[in-house]
Each structure stands twice: as structure tokens, then as C-alpha cells.
């Protein structure tokens, strides 16, 4: 389950690299996330391995596996030049709320044009 949640800033400046690593560290303060950033964008690592939620409600069927490491969980925060991309990549239903959440959060403290999923 991989999606995309386009933040779109187009009369309003996007936050600056150090404000929204500030933003991400404390959104999700205490839940043992770390929080790693490159040259465009942020990852949030979460604790605890990929699930599929319904796991012993339907026993046949298949975990969701985080791509490259079975039992990773992550969001990643790109840094574009007019917007933000909260991105899940093959996450749970779990992470993928969170994920929701967080776009949300940031949208409306940031006073985004826009947000879209995709």
C-alpha cells in the first residue's frame, strides 16, 4: 500500500529544512521514531515491524512487507521546491494512517494550498 500526499505550497513558502525536522522529531515525540535526513528529504523511522492488520481475522492472508527490508517501517518527507511528499512505499495500514496524519498536520500548521493524494 504506497502512496503519495502532495503538500503544494503556491502562495506560501514551505517550511525550511530545519524547521520541519523540528516539526517531524516532536509531531511524533515519544513514539521511539528516528528521524534521518539527506540532501531532499527526511525519513521517519518507526519501532516495530511491518503488519498486516488483519492478520488473525483473516489467517490466509498475506503480511504487507516493507520494500528492500521485510520488516521496516518508514515515511519519507520529500523536499520539493513549491511542495512536500509524505510518502509510504509498500507499508502497512498502520503506517499508512500515520502517514495520513502527519500530511494533514503539516498542511494545516504550514498553511498549504493544497493537499493531494495520490
Known amino acids: 500500500m504506497?502512496?503519495?500526499?502532495?503538500?503544494?505550497?503556491?502562495t506560501r513558502k514551505p517550511p525550511t529544512k530545519a524547521k520541519l525536522r523540528w516539526f517531524l522529531e516532536d509531531h511524533f515525540n515519544g513514539?521511539?521514531?528516528?528521524v534521518e535526513a539527506?540532501?531532499?528529504?527526511?525519513?521517519?523511522?518507526?519501532?516495530?515491524?511491518?503488519?498486516?492488520?488483519?492478520t488473525r481475522l483473516e489467517?490466509?492472508?498475506?503480511?504487507?512487507r516493507a520494500m528492500g527490508d521485510p520488516h521496516r517501517r518508514w515515511i519519507e518527507v520529500y523536499m520539493g521546491?513549491?511542495?512536500?511528499?509524505v510518502i509510504t512505499?509498500?507499508?502497512?495500514?498502520?503506517?499508512?494512517d500515520l502517514a495520513d496524519g502527519l500530511a494533514r498536520h503539516l498542511?494545516?500548521?504550514?498553511?498549504?494550498?493544497?493537499?493531494?493524494?495520490e
Open 81 to 85: 521546491r513549491d511542495n512536500l511528499d
Open 2 to 10: 504506497s502512496c503519495d500526499r502532495f503538500i503544494w505550497f503556491r
Open 31 to 34: 513514539m521511539g521514531v528516528s
Open 38 to 54: 539527506t540532501s531532499d528529504r527526511f525519513f521517519v523511522n518507526l519501532p516495530g515491524n511491518t503488519y498486516h492488520t488483519l
Open 107 to 117: 498542511a494545516r500548521y504550514w498553511e498549504a494550498d493544497e493537499l493531494e493524494t
Open 59 to 64: 489467517p490466509d492472508s498475506t503480511p504487507v
Open 89 to 96: 512505499r509498500f507499508q502497512d495500514w498502520v503506517t499508512n
